[in-house]
């Protein structure tokens, strides 16, 4: 079998900066803690924690003083920030610049429209860390919708702002942005879009690997695409592959590999997600390089 690695898939800049900043600290840390997983990879968040890096949660941090804390790339909400002097800890930022300039603009259009009675809504997943760190920017007032039944809790009558958490579909947006605007116009009873702003706030560097993978798909016989379970861009993405290649199959790692799926002739693609490391992904392309061909079917 032939097996190639997609080289445009694997760690969004964001990611790689959190990671790089962490192992960097550890160098001089015997402890950094990290809140939330700094990662959706298991894996690889098993490999920092036997470098020193140990998860916590929001809960935990309310206990901690007089320590280091790494803020991962995903952001966090102005409490986090508070709470961090209150309990004189030092935080390593490693939010992504994306999102920081995301949580500005949210910041700024909330300040904007809650004295015309408007409503921030953000297309993304509620609870995922990104969009906390958003809510948070809007006094938890904004409305967070993934699909088309959470459109009931917005009041089509008052003025909305519609913001993407940055590593959702482009083409989910765009639908959703087009539901918004019917709603819009049914319950104001004209055909003209009133008091609506769509602000497309997607990472291009993740929206662009939908393309991307459509077209590695179409080159491979089989697409092996390699993710951890808990990563919404990992589902999203595997979503893509599955779409345009059938014969698709998600792991978390090589020990998930099925011999069944392959035929000793075909060409087996291996990508993955932004959360996805490259050394998982050779790992996995190496163990199917060396499966025994008498499991391989003809």
């Known amino acids: 079998m032939k097996v190639q690695i997609d080289q445009n898939s694997g760690y969004c800049f964001g990611v790689e900066f959190a990671i790089q900043m962490a192992e960097d600290e550890m160098e001089d840390e015997n402890v950094l803690y990290c ?12 490999r920092l924690n036997q470098k ?15 320590c280091k804390v790494l803020i991962r790339a995903h952001g ?4 986090t920030y508070q709470l961090a002097l209150d309990n004189n800890i030092e935080l390593v930022d490693a939010s992504c610049p994306v999102v920081l300039k995301l949580q500005n603009r949210v910041k700024h259009a909330y300040d904007q429209v809650k004295n015309k009675d408007g409503q921030i809504v953000l297309y993304g997943k509620k609870g995922h860390a990104e969009v906390i760190g958003l809510t948070g920017q809007t006094n938890k007032e904004a409305i967070v919708v993934m699909e088309e039944k959470d459109l009931d809790q917005i009041d089509f009558k008052r003025p909305i702002t519609l913001f993407s958490q940055t590593t959702k579909s482009t083409k989910g947006f765009y639908q959703l942005k087009q539901m918004i605007e019917e709603r819009i116009k049914a319950a104001n009873g004209t055909m003209e879009v009133l008091d609506f702003k769509a602000n497309d706030s997607i990472c291009r560097q993740v929206s662009n690997r939908e393309p991307q993978l459509t077209n590695f798909s179409h080159q ?7 993710s951890g379970r808990k990563s ?10 599955k779409e345009n290649n059938s014969r698709s199959y998600f792991v978390e790692n090589e020990l998930a590999i099925d011999p069944q799926w392959f035929l000793r002739d075909d060409s087996v693609g291996i990508c993955g997600a932004t959360s996805t490391p490259m050394w998982l992904m050779e790992r996995v392309a190496e163990h199917i390089k060396n499966l025994d061909q008498n499991e391989v079917p003809v």
């Open 232 to 241: 919404s861009n990992g589902k999203a993405l595997y979503g893509v592959c």
């Open 52 to 66: 020193g890096l140990r998860i916590i949660n929001r809960e935990e941090l309310k206990q901690l003083n007089d």
């Open 220 to 226: 491979h016989d089989v697409i092996v695409f390699v």
């Open 35 to 46: 809140l939330g997983d700094i990662v959706h990879n298991d894996m690889e968040v098993a």
């Open 76 to 79: 966090e909400p102005p409490e």
